[in-house]
Structures are given as C-alpha cells and as structure tokens.
Nanobody, 114 residues
C-alpha cells in the first residue's frame, strides 16, 4: 500500500533551522508532484511548498525565501529545508503526493518556541 512517512519534526528556537524528510513507498514516485502542507491548531491546512515531477517549485507566501523543497527520485524522498523559523511556523507538517486528492502522511510536529 501507499505510505508517506515524515520525519525531522522537533522543537526549535526562533531563527533556527530544521529539515523535514518524507519517504514514499507503494507509488511510482516519479509520476507525482509532491508537496508539504501544514496545519496549526484552529487553522485550516495550508500549502507550504510543492515540487513538480520535473523539479519546478512553488511556495506559500509566508515561507518564500526561508523554506526550500527538494526531491530525490532515486530515493523516493522529498525534503523541506526550513530556515529562519518563526513561532508562527509551529504546526503539524504533512507530506503529500498528488495534491489534495492524493496521498498523505501522518504528519510531523514542528514547534518554534523559545
């Protein structure tokens, strides 16, 4: 079956960095656009970053210039490098394959706090 397994979430101080990873299995990875979404308590899930099959990227306005999404097709993995983290980045981060009607991971918690 399809599995998307996130890792890398942690507690970090404002201004710090984290790198999230998502390992995919059960799908033909190269066919899918991949994305990272996040959901904070009491808020709707929002797109953080996405990357197409051929490596084109787009980002949510609040993370542009701070976050970078990348993919490794050989490893069936997608990554999210997060720099200059802010308290408002605190959320559960979800890996996605195939956009909103596709597949989802279980989420990894990122907490930005001093």
């Amino acid at each position: 079956q399809v599995q998307l397994v996130e890792s890398g979430g942690d507690l970090v101080q404002p201004g710090g960095s984290l790198r999230l990873s998502c390992a995919a299995s059960g799908i033909i990875f190269t066919v899918y656009a991949m994305g990272w979404y996040r959901q904070a308590p009491g808020k709707q899930r929002e797109l953080v970053a996405a990357i197409t099959r051929d490596g084109r990227t787009n980002y949510g306005d609040s993370v542009k210039g701070r976050f970078t999404i990348s993919r490794d097709n050989a490893k069936k993995a997608v990554y999210l490098q997060m720099n200059s983290l802010k308290p408002e980045d605190t959320a559960v981060y979800y890996c996605n394959a195939g956009s909103s009607h596709g597949y989802w991971g279980q989420g990894t918690q990122v907490t930005v706090s001093s």
